[in-house]
């Protein structure tokens, strides 16, 4: 009975001290199960340039072929038939489906589970702008342009021989000189343009996927 008392005695402080620990709100939590707040990276959500995140789907692009068509396209990527129906019925109302062309560029994004199948397609019959054939949620079909940034410029030179070589040694787009002659073709006489002449132009240059 004393030994009872005894053991008692040692271990009923213990227990009290233990359910504290478990019950106390300030009581420091185990190093293991800590969690830093500073260590946890933030995930970066990716976006193409057509505004669709292409980190949760896999993304490649293609040119049309000759001779290749909406339909053929899309069956070569194993769309069914019945889906290509209601696909190319929605973008008759919308864009000229005959507008196909080799050469031009379009974008497709798959799933990126073993199935692969295909959801949305983007056409780019331009530079700026594209259409886009969406069937990942509900079917749409639209078209959008891509931003386009206009940045002026200033080029001069001296004309050793003609104006057109003197803007080629600038490395002026071939375009400009055409159409700074088209502006200018019923003022100036540039095949009698002189040695020593000069020109000052000041344009703009846009940009689209920069």
Known sequence: MHRLLYLVTILL?????CNNQKSDPHSV????????????EP?????DNFGFRYDSSRVSDFRVKRNESLYEILDRFEVSPQQIYSITREAQKVVNLKSFRPGQNYRIY??????GSISRL?????AVDYVVFDWQDSLQVYKEQKEITTKHSVASAQINS???EAMMTQELSPMLANKLSEIYAWEIDFFGLREG???????????VDD
């Open 43 to 47: 995930v970066e959500i990716k976006y």
């Open 162 to 164: 003609s104006l057109y």
């Open 197 to 207: 002449d000069s020109f000052k132009i000041y344009y703009e240059k846009k940009y």
């Open 110 to 115: 798959a799933s990126s589970d073993t199935s």
């Open 122 to 126: 983007v056409w780019q019959p331009d």
């Open 29 to 40: 939590p185990d190093k293991q199960t800590e969690i830093d707040s500073s260590t946890v």
């Open 13 to 17: 402080p213990f227990l009290i001290s």
